[in-house]
């Protein structure tokens, strides 16, 4: 059975920090990249970083560059997202998705900044 199962979310102020983790199993994980989306209410599901199977180059979402960091433990069948300084702008539910020969999701993991 897949699992995708996000963690670390919850309520920080504008300017905080989280970690947000993804665990899977049910797959080969260190067969498949590992992206990270988000959707805030009212909006579409937008991409927010991806990081290959091998780990390495990481790619961004612009509003996330310098501010969020991927990341991945392939003996540990996780990955991570990092993100700093937090904006209110960041609230969203937040998707950990594997693409390989399947795709599969998370159910998500809600981030909220607020004062």
């Known amino acids: 059975q897949v699992q995708l199962v996000e963690s670390g979310g919850g309520l920080v102020q504008p300017g905080g920090s989280l970690r947000l983790s993804c665990a899977a199993s049910?797959?080969?994980?260190?067969?498949?990249?590992m992206r990270w989306y988000r959707q805030a209410p009212g909006k579409e599901r937008e991409f927010v970083a991806s990081?290959?199977?091998?780990?390495?180059?990481?790619n961004y979402a612009d509003s996330m560059k310098g501010r969020f960091t991927i990341s991945r433990d392939n003996g540990k069948n996780t990955v991570y997202l990092q993100m700093n300084s937090l904006k209110p702008e960041d609230t969203a539910v937040y998707y950990c998705?594997?693409?390989?020969?399947?795709?599969?999701w998370g159910q998500g993991t809600q981030v909220t900044v607020s004062s």
């Open positions: 990081i290959p199977s091998a780990g390495g180059s990481t």
């Open positions: 998705n594997a693409l390989g020969r399947r795709m599969y």
């Open positions: 049910g797959f080969t994980f260190s067969s498949y990249a």
